[in-house]
């Protein structure tokens, strides 16, 4: 009996499986060059240069199978493994891989000579600059979505970089591949005039449940919890509605709006936060979470929680701080956090505890897991901190104490490794740290106080 054929055979799908899985890990690092590049240039498109690098696999995916719809089935096989590998998007991560990749299959699709350069730069291009907005619509705060210029320049650097990494340099590896005879030449598979349009309509049934879902899983609750170190915790806007909206003008990335809000300092004074509080927590509905000084919430008049939408679809935003990495979206709780330092002593000519919020614009993001699953935190170098208090001439380890044996370290080794990162550890009411590198290896997880000898 003769086997039924398939769309795609086995041979193509350990092809995008395999594209998936060195795409999604890929990514992680990809994001990471992005941002560094968005720290030292800081205005908007700077992280997009590097978007066409996320969708190589899919056009590749494409030329290597040859195969109508294989851009679709390796976004959402490369969208899984990003999700499972601790991508910080969550499922979002999923859907923007989704839509992606049903780009790439619908920016062949004009085309007669698949093959061409132009096919190649047009479902790059699209498939990269898409990213932009799906993260506009579910992931961004009230400054980004406004600022409708600057969401048109970041999809026209993504467009650009899809069009040269997705397009010209996929094309042209596949090209060099075909001329080494490590992949044989084959006419273009159609999926056929029925299946196609089966196939599409399943995956855009897919990408507007995940669309549907995100929206109410990523849209905060209606109520927030001011606690913490405060003798007043209350729940707003259920108790203090009588608090007044003020207007202010922020600025987010380079891009300036104009936002409404309830001023933290005043919701902060109705909830009487302890003497020797240091910090405010500000979590999000998923599960992120930053830190603003106390400082900062008296001295920053544009510091708000901002409501978006109305009656029941209504959720709150901080916006206004200083650090962006504070401008977060669907807050679920602010919490005031007591004196949080660490202790660094020894053979330095400048003793001093390491304070998280004078630090707050030298960190940096990294998955780490510390026991409960991997999660996104922010770390400065230990070099540089210890480097402001002056290490003696004659200092030799730098001895990071826990609970248990203390972690010891060379002087010159942390002084020199940039990757050596002190992690603020924001827990449900407090904040401790941790030692580990920006690879994902913890050294520590609870670091109690550093010694230098």
């Known amino acids: 009996m003769e086997q039924a054929k398939t769309h795609f055979s086995t041979r193509d799908l350990l092809m995008m499986a395999a594209l998936a899985a060195l ?35 899919l056009t590749l995916a494409v030329g290597l199978t040859r195969k109508q719809g294989a851009g679709t089935v390796t976004g959402l096989l490369k969208g899984g493994v990003e999700l499972l590998t601790g991508n910080s998007h969550g499922l979002l991560v999923v859907l923007v891989d989704v839509i992606a990749g049903l780009l790439v299959d619908l920016g062949f699709l004009p085309f007669g000579k698949k093959d061409s350069v132009a096919a190649y730069c047009l479902a790059g291009g699209l498939a990269s600059a898409s990213n932009v907005f799906v993260f506009q619509l579910f992931a961004s705060v009230p400054a980004d979505t406004l600022a409708y210029w600057a969401m048109l320049l ?126 405010l927590l500000v979590r999000a509905s998923d599960g992120y979470a930053f830190f603003i000084s106390l400082d900062e919430v008296q001295d920053n008049d544009a510091l708000l929680l901002s409501p978006q939408g109305q009656g029941d679809e209504v959720s709150y935003d901080i916006v206004g701080a ?10 679920t709780e602010l919490s005031v956090v007591g004196a949080t330092t660490l202790e660094v002593s020894g053979a330095v000519d400048n003793p001093a505890s390491y304070v998280p919020g004078d630090w707050q614009f030298d960190m940096d993001s990294a998955n780490l897991d510390l026991g409960d ?34 972690v010891s370290l060379s002087v010159v080794d942390v002084l020199n490794d940039d990757d050596l990162r002190l992690f603020t550890v924001i827990g449900k009411a407090d904040v401790t740290f941790a030692l580990a590198r920006m690879n994902g290896e913890v050294l520590a997880a609870d670091v109690l106080r550093i010694e230098v000898q």
């Open 23 to 57: 795409g999604g890990v890929i990514s992680t690092y990809i994001n990471a060059i992005g941002d560094f590049f968005q720290s030292i240039l800081g205005f908007a498109g700077t992280t997009q240069w590097a978007a066409g690098l996320h969708v190589l696999w």
């Open 154 to 279: 970041m999809g026209g650097v993504a467009f650009l970089s899809g069009v040269s990494f997705a397009g010209i340099l996929s094309r042209g590896l596949l090209s060099a591949l075909r001329r080494a005879g490590v992949v044989k030449d084959a006419p273009p598979v159609s999926m056929g005039r029925k299946a196609y349009p089966v196939f599409l309509a399943v995956v855009m049934l897919l990408a507007a449940a995940l669309a549907l879902y995100l929206h109410g899983a990523l849209r905060g609750p209606a109520i927030v919890h001011v606690g913490g170190a405060v003798d007043a915790a209350y729940d707003y806007p259920t108790e203090h509605s009588d608090l007044g909206a003020a207007t202010a003008e922020g600025t987010l990335r380079e891009v300036t709006a104009k936002y409404s809000g309830i001023p933290i300092r005043e919701l902060l004074a109705r909830a009487h936060p302890q003497p020797g509080a240091s910090l």
């Open 373 to 406: 699953g991997p999660r996104k935190l922010q770390g400065v170098p230990l070099g540089k901190v210890l480097t402001t208090m002056e290490p003696q001439s004659s200092a030799r380890l730098v001895l990071v104490h826990t609970g248990g044996e203390p």
């Open 322 to 331: 200083m650090n962006s990495k504070a401008w977060v979206r669907s807050v």
